[in-house]
């Protein structure tokens, strides 16, 4: 005497896929409020920017002042890709004094208006960053 407890696979690949469905709606729902549903916030792009919250994926150098960063594609936080863009280069110091960055999912983009040094090239005022 044997049971048979099959269940079609129909059937169990349906259940599966509520079990495993669910939570994942879930997840896209609280990623969607976390970034409000069409990118970071302007508050939470200037956190970013500000401790550098970005990795830059793809590095491409000035051409005169080779230890700068002409450009780059990012990654950000979020999961969102963008890229880095340097504005103004200190041609003394070899630095980036000004740059923006963009934030595919948001569509906005955060700038470093131009910084200024002293005379041994330490940033002795520097704008504040903006969001467009």
Same mark, same amino acid.
């Given at each position: 005497?044997?049971? #048979?407890?099959?269940?079609?696979?129909?059937?169990?690949?349906?259940? #599966?896929?509520?079990?495993? #469905?669910?939570?994942?709606?879930?997840?896209?729902?609280?990623?969607?409020?976390?970034?409000?549903?069409?990118?970071?916030?302007?508050?939470?792009?200037?956190?970013?920017?500000?401790?550098?919250?970005?990795?830059?994926?793809?590095?491409?150098?000035?051409?005169?002042?080779?230890?700068?960063?002409?450009?780059?594609?990012?990654?950000?936080?979020?999961?969102?890709?963008?890229?880095?863009?340097?504005?103004?280069?200190?041609?003394?110091?070899?630095?980036?004094?000004?740059?923006?960055?963009?934030?595919?999912?948001?569509? %906005?983009?955060?700038?470093?208006?131009?910084?200024?040094? #002293?005379?041994?090239?330490?940033?002795?005022? %520097?704008?504040?960053?903006?969001?467009?």
């Amino acid at each position: 005497m044997s049971t #048979n407890y099959h269940v079609p696979i129909a059937v169990g690949a349906q259940a #599966n896929a509520a079990i495993v #469905n669910a939570p994942l709606a879930a997840l896209d729902a609280a990623l969607t409020n976390l970034v409000g549903g069409a990118g970071a916030t302007v508050a939470q792009l200037k956190a970013w920017t500000e401790a550098a919250a970005y990795q830059m994926l793809t590095i491409t150098y000035n051409a005169t002042y080779v230890r700068v960063v002409a450009s780059a594609g990012v990654l950000w936080p979020d999961g969102s890709t963008g890229t880095f863009t340097t504005d103004a280069v200190n041609t003394t110091w070899e630095a980036v004094d000004a740059y923006h960055i963009t934030h595919v999912l948001s569509g %906005k983009a955060v700038t470093q208006p131009l910084v200024t040094r #002293n005379a041994a090239g330490g940033i002795t005022a %520097k704008p504040a960053l903006t969001v467009a």
